[in-house]
């Protein structure tokens, strides 16, 4: 199972059950998710086994038309 965060900047963090969050991360005010996350994808599940977390941002980026 793995541990979702958020923050004010629209990031997002995922952790292993359990886990601290990182020094690298603890500047920011992270907020817990309240869902359960049992399965994610490849990319997350090797980066937070090689890292021992993921960090994203949930930003859109928007494409100007003319």
Partial sequence: MFDVYRNGKRE????SNG???PVV???N????????VLKV???IKSAVQA???YV???RV???RTI
């Fill in 29 to 36: 005010k992270w907020r817990k998710s309240r869902k359960r």
């Fill in 12 to 15: 997002l963090l995922v952790l």
């Fill in 56 to 58: 994203r941002s949930l």
């Fill in 61 to 63: 980026t928007k494409e």
């Fill in 41 to 43: 994808s490849d990319e």
């Fill in 19 to 21: 886990s601290a969050i």
């Fill in 25 to 27: 991360c603890s500047p």
């Fill in 51 to 53: 890292q021992g977390y």
